[in-house]
């Protein structure tokens, strides 16, 4: 699948533009990025990173995030659907059960490398909020990251600024 198939399948809704705002530093937000793979935990790393002014947590299992979720407020968590021992849908499903989670709606961007319908009805009915298919590239990962931000975040309308023309 080419980088274009694969932006076209984003749930982001890339077709609107919204105006950007920047975020006040007390209202930065933080992101759980959940993978087992280390470079991709590492290339989001580089592209959140590169959106400015979102902090970000990695780590590389779903039981080491939903330690972090236990302690931390977290404004959204980008996960990967296919990771072991505990799958990003069991991930999901854990998460919006609440259990000593103190923010059990945050929103969730799942990565995925499949585009079945099936697996979107699923990972809807457990909670996913935005896909991603793989190969993610930051244009997408800004559009789905504002998109999640900006419905989670009503009130403040905190969305991730534009960099101007990506390459």
């Known amino acids: 699948m080419s980088a274009s198939d694969a932006e076209s399948h984003n749930d982001a809704g890339l077709s609107q533009s919204p105006t950007p705002v920047e975020?006040?530093?007390?209202?930065?937000?933080?992101?759980?990025?959940?993978?087992?793979?280390?470079?991709?935990?590492?290339?989001?790393?580089?592209?959140?990173?590169g959106l400015g002014g979102v902090r970000r947590v990695e780590v590389e299992d779903?039981?080491?995030?939903?330690?972090?979720?236990?302690?931390?407020?977290?404004?959204?968590?980008?996960?990967?659907?296919?990771?072991?021992?505990?799958?990003?849908?069991?991930?999901v499903r854990m998460v919006r059960r609440?259990?000593?989670?103190?923010?059990?709606?945050?929103?969730?961007?799942?990565?995925?490398?499949?585009?079945?319908?099936?697996l979107r009805h699923e990972a809807r009915i457990a909670g996913v909020s935005s896909f991603i298919v793989k190969p993610v590239s930051f244009k997408v990962l800004r559009a789905s990251l504002s998109?999640?931000?900006r419905?989670?975040?009503?009130?403040t309308a905190c969305i991730m600024p534009d960099p101007g023309p990506s390459s």
């Open 62 to 91: 779903a039981h080491h995030a939903l330690d972090v979720l236990r302690r931390r407020r977290i404004d959204a968590i980008i996960t990967d659907h296919k990771m072991l021992p505990m799958d990003g849908l069991a991930f």
């Open 98 to 118: 609440g259990i000593d989670i103190a923010k059990p709606d945050v929103p969730i961007i799942m990565l995925t490398g499949y585009t079945g319908a099936e």
């Open 147 to 149: 998109y999640v931000l």
């Open 23 to 49: 975020c006040a530093p007390e209202t930065d937000p933080t992101v759980l990025v959940v993978d087992d793979s280390e470079y991709m935990r590492r290339l989001l790393g580089t592209m959140l990173a």
């Open 151 to 155: 419905r989670s975040f009503e009130a």
